[in-house]
T-cell receptor
């Protein structure tokens, strides 16, 4: 059974800092990995999708990498801003539909 | 409005009552999903549908019923609500299933007393 773990569960950083969020998964037979953002009381918004054949994807200040063989992904956020404060979730798809991690709650302090 | 909508946004009901949560999407996406989100458990898949009249169980289907007579609608019914079904429910859709980005609705916060 696929399990997805995100560490740390919560993170607080000062504005302007570069930061890395981590995601690990137990079964490397995945189709893709997705990173989502969730604001309090809201639904999820897709940030980046990395296909299993890809190593990374970039969107603006966000860069996600995937190392399928080691079962790891990282989300790099450059020059963090208070507006980046949210919960970030990763999810993997494979032989079963999307399996989510429990998320990392990020606070960027002005 | 284009997108994916859920109704109601908030619902309070009593144990044993039947409750239906509605989900509507305007993209004509083939796939639709229902998740519940609980503290300590994260997001868990309840049911999903690959097309009209095709549904399949997810990780936590017990106590729930779904139907999909039209591509754009995917209602979730709690036949006899229990307190353990108190949760936030999210509907999502995607064009080609897990190979594609999923788009989420705003959620329904359900409280079962």
């Amino acid at each position: 059974k696929q399990e997805v773990t995100q560490i740390p569960a919560a993170l607080s950083v000062p504005e302007g800092e570069n930061l890395v969020l981590n995601c690990s998964f137990t079964d490397s037979a995945i189709y893709n990995l997705q990173w989502f953002r969730q604001d309090p009381g809201k639904g999820l918004t897709s940030l980046l999708l990395i296909q299993s054949s890809q190593r990374e994807q970039t969107s603006g200040r966000l860069n996600a990498s995937l190392d399928k063989s080691s079962g790891r992904s990282t989300l790099y956020i450059a020059a963090s801003q208070p507006g980046d404060s949210a919960t970030y979730l990763c999810a993997v798809s494979g032989n079963t539909p999307l399996v989510f991690g429990k998320g990392t709650r990020l606070s960027v302090i002005a | 409005d284009a997108g994916i909508t859920q109704s109601p946004r908030y619902k309070i009901t009593e144990t044993g009552r039947q409750v239906t949560l509605m989900c509507h999407q305007t993209w004509s996406h083939s796939y639709m999903f229902w998740y519940r989100q609980d503290l300590g458990h994260g997001l868990r898949l309840i049911y999903y549908s690959a097309a009209a009249d095709i549904t399949d169980k997810g990780e936590v289907p017990d106590g729930y019923v779904v139907s999909r007579s039209k591509t754009e609608n995917f209602p979730l019914t709690l036949e006899s609500a229990t307190r353990s079904q108190t949760s936030v429910y999210f509907c999502a859709s995607s064009n080609t299933g897990d190979a594609d980005t999923q788009y989420f609705g705003p959620g329904t916060r359900l409280t079962v007393l």
